[in-house]
């Protein structure tokens, strides 16, 4: 059974910084590692993707982010990392790791953490 465990949230000052993890473990193989993503909701708001890293090397970011946060991995420990630095209340949130990976004979499959509270204080 896959799961993705994230950890590192938490309570901040605007300004500070925080980092999340996100660890896969049971039946992954990081060779079939696709896509690592976060995805963040905050209260009353639809979720959102903040980061993406494909495996091909590449990083997108959502523009309330960009320059702030950095998405980063670690394929042979199946893990993703997100650096957020200059937090402000409005980064306030759940914060959701996905992980895309790839079957054989079918489509691939995002599995979704269970999410770590982040919180900014004014």
């Known amino acids: 059974q896959v799961q993705l465990v994230e950890s590192g949230g938490g309570l901040v000052q605007a300004g500070g910084s925080l980092r999340l993890s996100c660890a896969a473990s049971?039946?992954?193989?990081?060779?079939?590692?696709?896509?690592m993503d976060w995805y963040r909701q905050a209260p009353g708001k639809q979720r959102e993707l903040v980061a993406t890293?494909?495996?091909?090397?590449?990083?997108n970011y959502a523009d309330s982010v960009k320059g702030r946060f950095t998405i980063s991995r670690d394929n042979a420990k199946n893990t993703v990392y997100l650096q957020m630095n200059s937090l402000s209340p409005e980064d306030t949130a759940v914060y959701y790791c996905?992980?895309?990976?790839?079957?054989?004979?079918?489509?691939?499959?995002?599995?979704w953490g269970q999410g770590t509270q982040v919180t900014v204080s004014s």
């Open positions: 996905t992980m895309v990976v790839a079957r054989s004979r079918a489509l691939p499959i995002r599995y």
């Open positions: 049971g039946g992954i193989f990081s060779i079939n590692v696709m896509d």
């Open positions: 890293s494909t495996s091909g090397g590449s990083t």
